[in-house]
C-alpha cells in the first residue's frame, strides 16, 4: 500500500484509483452474488481504505457510484421529490383462487389463437424502488411514493450490498430496474435487538423497519442496516434505448431477470414459467407452506403475462396492468391453550393485559405471547381461564388474537378477570370516561412510569443524551439516584463510576466505568444547548408531540408566558386542539411540575426561543400551499414562508395573497383561486420571490 500512497501525479492515481475500484467491485459481487470470498477482510479493508485515501486526496476523481459510497457518508437535509419516467403502477391483488382463475381464463380470451406463457414468482414483502441506469452506471434509485411522484434515496440505495452500482457484461443503455428493499428476518431481529439495548423503540415489522431505513437522512446510518434489493422488473424503452442487448433477451419477463441476473442484479431464483393455471396453482400452494423457510418476508406470488410484447394488447385498467395480478397469502392461524393473563404497565401509565399461551410455533417463529387489548376487548372475545385462542399472523411479527376456540372449553372455565390495581405500585387503576384503556394514575411513584419519563427525555429527538439507554436509566433510579428529570443534572462522577445491574439470571446486564461515566456526564452537559421547543418536547406532557412542542414554544416565546396562558390563549395557537390546551393548563397548575421547570431552569437548560426568522422578505404576506414541489416537502416550504416573513393558511380565502401551487394541486383549490383572483404561482416563482 505504501509504494501507492504517494502519487507524483494525477493519471497515476486515477489508474491506481481504476484498479481499486475493479478489483473492491469484483470481490463485492462474488461476495454478495456469489456467497464466495476471494480476498480476507483484512486485505479487503485495506483495499478499500487505501481507494477512501486516495479520493480524499483527488476528489475529482471519485465516482459517485465509487464501492466506497457502499458504507454512506452522505448526509441530506431533506429528499428530493422526484417524478416517475414511468409511472409505478401497483398490481390487482386477490385472496381468492378462483379470481385468480378468472384472470387467466380472461388473459386467455383476450390473447385468443396468440401462443403465450405466465411467469410465477414471489411477492417481497418491503420497499418498492425504481433504479435508473445509464450507460451502465447507476444515476438515480427513487421509492414508489404515490406511483406518480417518489422520494430521491439515491444515497441510501447506494449502500445496499445488492443494488449494482455499475453493470457488468451487455445491458441496455438508458433503462429502469424496479424492485422490492427487504429485511432479511435475521437482520432484522438482531437490529430490532439493539434497538431495543439502546432503549429505541423495535421495529413491528421488517418492512416498516426497511421503509424507514430507505428515509434516513444519513445513508451511513443506512449501510449499517443489511437491506436487500430483491429485483422483479425491467422498464426498457425498447427502441431508443435498448443499446446493445438482444431484442430477443428482452421479449420476455423471464428473459429479462435472466439478463438482469447476468448483469450483476440479485435475482431471486424462485420464479418459473408455468403454461397454464395448473402450473400457477402448483406454484402458489408450494409457496404457501414454504414461505416461512425463506430468509426474507413474502405476501403473496406475483403472476405476470411472460411476453412483454402482449403487455400493450392486454392494456391497463385505471391504477394497474391486465397482464398481471398478485395472489396474497391468507394469515396463518393456530390455536393455543392459553396459561395466564398478566399486565404490564406501559411509560406513560396506560395498562396493556398480555396472554401468555403455550408456546406454539406459528409462521416462521414461535408464539408466546400477544397482547389482549384491553378489557373491553377481552370482554367482547368473551375470554375465559384456560381457553384456546386462535392467534394469527399476517405480514406483521406481531401475532394478534382473532377468536377462542368455545368447544374445547372446560365447562367450569370462568371468564378472565381485570385487575383493579396497579401490578407495579398497586394504585388503583382509573378508566376515563370515553377510553378503552385502563391506567396507573400514580404518575409519580410508579417505578415503570418515572423510568420511562426519564427514557423519553434522553430520547433522539428530545435531550438527545444518546449515552443514557434504558438499562443505565433503570439502574440510575433503583440505586436512588434519579427520580425525575432534573436529577440527572446533579449527577456526579463519583455515583456513576462502578454502578453495576444484574437481570434475573443473574448475569450483569450493564456496568458504568470511568470512560462511561466522562461519556454520560458529558452528553448531560451538552443537552443543555438543546432548544427550548425541543425541552418543551422532553418534559412528556401529554399530547405535546414535537410538532405541538414548536407550536407552543414559539407562539409563547418562553417558558413563562407558557405556564401563564389561559386554556383559551392556548388554544388559540395553531395545532392545539381544546383537549390538548386543557392538559397543557392543568400540567402547570401542578406546583411539582413548576418546581421541576425552575430546577431544570437552574440548571441552566433553555426556556427561551430563539428567533428563527432568517429575513422579513415576504413582508406579512397570507401563502396557500397545496400540491407536490420539487426542492420542498410541504412541510419544508411552509417553515420557508415564514422563516421569510410570510404567513401560511391552510384554506383560501379573500385575505390570501398567494396560492403556491405544486405538481398535483387539488382542483378545488384551483377553482376557488381562480374565482377569487388570488395569484397562482409556481415553485420556481416562490424562489425568485424569496431571492
Ligand atoms: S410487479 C406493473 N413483482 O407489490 C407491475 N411487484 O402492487 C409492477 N411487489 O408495491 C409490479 N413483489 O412493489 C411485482 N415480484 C413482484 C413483486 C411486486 C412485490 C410489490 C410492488 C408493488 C406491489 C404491487
Redesign the pocket.
Known amino acids: 500500500m505504501d509504494l501507492f500512497s504517494n502519487f507524483e501525479d494525477t493519471d497515476t492515481a486515477a489508474k491506481r484509483i481504476g484498479e481499486l475500484t475493479e478489483l473492491i467491485d469484483r470481490y463485492n459481487y462474488e461476495y454478495y452474488m456469489n456467497d464466495r470470498s476471494l480476498v480476507s477482510d483484512f486485505e479487503f479493508d485495506k483495499m478499500l481504505r487505501e481507494l477512501q485515501d486516495l479520493e480524499g486526496r483527488y476528489p475529482a476523481l471519485a465516482s459517485p457510484n465509487s464501492p466506497t459510497k457502499r458504507v454512506g457518508g452522505e448526509v441530506s437535509k431533506a429528499f428530493r421529490q422526484v417524478k416517475h419516467r414511468f409511472p409505478?403502477?401497483?398490481?390487482g391483488?386477490t385472496y381468492s383462487i378462483e379470481e385468480i382463475e378468472e384472470f387467466e381464463a380472461r388473459t386467455r380470451r383476450l390473447l385468443g389463437d396468440t401462443k403465450f406463457s405466465y411467469t410465477c414468482?414471489?411477492?417481497?414483502?418491503?420497499?418498492?424502488i425504481g433504479l435508473t441506469y445509464r450507460h451502465g452506471e447507476l444515476v438515480q434509485a427513487v421509492t414508489?411514493g404515490n406511483g406518480a411522484v417518489g422520494d430521491d434515496i439515491t444515497a441510501n440505495a447506494r449502500t445496499i450490498a445488492t443494488i449494482p452500482l455499475r453493470l457488468r457484461g451487455v445491458f441496455p443503455d438508458d433503462f429502469e430496474a424496479?424492485?422490492?428493499v427487504v429485511f432479511p428476518f435475521n437482520e432484522f431481529e438482531a437490529f430490532n435487538r439493539q434497538r431495543e439495548a439502546d432503549g429505541d423503540e423495535p421495529f413491528a415489522n421488517p418492512r416498516n423497519a426497511a421503509s424507514g431505513s430507505l428515509k434516513l437522512l444519513d445513508s451511513r446510518e443506512c449501510a449499517k442496516r443489511k437491506l436487500q434489493f430483491?429485483m422483479?422488473?425491467m422498464m426498457v424503452d425498447s427502441d431508443t434505448s435498448a443499446g446493445e442487448m438482444p431484442a430477443d433477451q428482452l421479449s420476455t419477463h423471464y428473459g429479462r431477470l435472466e439478463a438482469a441476473k447476468q448483469m450483476g442484479f440479485k435475482v431471486q431464483p424462485y420464479i418459473k414459467e408455468c403454461k397454464d393455471i395448473g402450473e400457477i396453482r402448483q406454484f402458489i400452494d408450494y409457496w404457501d407452506n414454504e414461505r416461512w423457510n425463506l430468509p426474507f418476508g413474502?405476501d403473496g406470488i406475483?403472476i405476470?403475462v411472460n411476453q412483454v410484447e402482449l403487455w400493450d394488447r392486454l392494456g391497463l385498467t385505471a391504477k394497474?396492468?391486465r397482464w398481471?395480478i398478485?395472489y396474497k397469502f391468507k394469515a396463518q392461524q393456530v390455536s393455543t391453550p392459553l396459561e395466564s393473563v398478566t399486565f404490564q404497565v406501559g411509560r406513560t401509565g396506560i395498562i396493556t393485559p398480555v396472554a401468555n399461551m403455550k408456546p406454539v410455533w406459528l409462521g416462521g417463529t414461535t408464539v408466546r405471547r400477544a397482547t389482549l387489548v384491553n378489557a373491553d376487548f377481552i370482554e367482547k372475545m368473551d375470554i375465559h381461564e384456560g381457553d384456546w385462542l386462535l392467534v394469527e399472523k399476517g405480514g406483521e411479527i406481531i401475532p394478534k388474537v382473532v377468536g377462542v376456540d368455545v368447544a374445547k372449553r372446560e365447562a367450569d372455565a370462568r371468564p378472565v378477570t381485570y385487575i383493579a390495581n396497579c401490578p407495579e405500585c398497586g394504585a388503583r387503576l382509573v378508566r376515563a370516561e370515553g377510553e378503552a384503556g385502563h391506567y396507573c394514575p400514580n404518575q409519580d411513584g410508579c417505578p415503570p412510569q418515572i423510568v420511562g419519563r426519564l427514557e423519553h427525555f434522553v430520547s433522539r429527538k428530545a435531550m438527545n443524551i444518546e449515552s443514557l439507554g434504558s438499562e443505565r436509566l433503570e439502574l440510575l433510579y433503583r440505586r436512588g439516584l434519579v427520580r425525575d428529570v432534573a436529577d440527572l443534572y446533579d449527577l456526579k462522577r463519583e455515583q456513576l463510576v462502578g454502578l453495576e445491574s444484574y437481570g434475573d439470571d443473574g448475569q450483569r446486564r450493564t456496568s458504568i466505568q470511568e470512560k462511561g461515566a466522562a461519556g454520560i456526564l458529558a452528553a448531560i452537559d451538552d443537552s443543555k444547548a438543546v432548544p427550548f421547543e425541543r425541552v418543551l418536547f422532553a418534559l412528556g406532557i401529554r399530547f405535546v408531540g414535537e410538532v405541538g412542542a414548536r407550536k407552543l414554544a414559539f407562539h409563547f416565546k418562553d417558558i413563562d408566558a407558557l405556564m401563564d396562558a389561559t386554556v383559551e390563549e392556548l388554544a388559540m395557537v395553531e395545532d392545539i386542539g381544546d383537549k390538548t390546551a386543557a392538559v397543557v393548563y392543568d400540567y402547570f397548575r401542578e406546583p411539582r411540575h413548576r418546581d421541576l421547570v425552575e430546577r431544570l431552569r437552574e440548571a441552566g437548560l433553555r426556556f427561551v426561543a430563539e428567533e428563527q426568522q432568517v429575513n422579513d422578505v415576504l413582508g406579512g404576506k397570507t401563502f396557500v400551499v397545496s400540491g407536490v414541489f420539487s426542492r420542498f416537502s410541504r412541510d419544508e416550504i411552509k417553515a420557508h414562508i415564514q422563516q421569510h416573513g410570510g404567513k401560511v393558511a391552510g384554506s383560501i380565502s379573500g385575505k390570501t395573497d398567494y396560492l403556491l401551487a405544486g405538481d398535483k394541486m387539488g382542483p378545488e383549490k384551483l377553482k376557488k383561486a381562480e374565482k377569487l383572483g388570488v395569484p397562482i404561482i409556481g415553485e420556481e416563482d416562490y424562489l425568485g420571490m424569496v431571492e
Open positions: 409505478m403502477l401497483s398490481l391483488n414468482e414471489l411477492k417481497y414483502d418491503g420497499v418498492a414508489r424496479r424492485g422490492e430483491c422483479y422488473f413474502i406475483v405476470k394497474s396492468p398481471a398478485a
